[in-house]
Nanobody
Framework: QVQLVESGGGLVQPGDSLRLSCAAS????????MGWFRQAPGKEREFVAV????????DYGDSVKGRFTISRDNAKNTIYLQMNSLAPVDTAIYYC???????????????????WGQGTQVTVSS
């Protein structure tokens, strides 16, 4: 069992940066691939980024490539999402998730994830 708690969301202006964190409980955290998804009002949840268990491989959704960076610190049981050059279209609830065992890389689909956090709101507005 893994419990995930996101933090770091807030209200920022266009062009600003923000770093989200996702703290995980459970002694097997380092064995999980981890991902970030987001859901804007009235839209389906969207894949944002994924990182493998060691941090050696990452992948991103097309809308955030070059602006967002996912990373992890297994010693702290935490993953991060560094978001730069934020725009109003990035406004959403951001969720972190832990991938199912033995699922194929890269994990871009919700069904590939077993555990989900409650989400943190990011609002980009002037």
């Amino acid at each position: 069992q893994v419990q995930l708690v996101e933090s770091g969301g807030g209200l920022v202006q266009p062009g600003d940066s923000l770093r989200l964190s996702c703290a995980a409980s459970g002694h097997t955290f380092s064995s999980y691939g981890m991902g970030w998804f987001r859901q804007a009002p009235g839209k389906e949840r969207e894949f944002v980024a994924v990182i493998n268990w060691s941090g050696s491989s990452t992948d991103y959704g097309d809308s955030v490539k070059g602006r967002f960076t996912i990373s992890r610190d297994n010693a702290k049981n935490t993953i991060y999402l560094q978001m730069n050059s934020l725009a109003p279209v990035d406004t959403a609830i951001y969720y972190c998730a832990a991938a199912r065992e033995l699922t194929t890389w890269p994990m871009k689909r919700e069904i590939q994830y077993k555990y989900w956090g409650q989400g943190t709101q990011v609002t980009v507005s002037s």
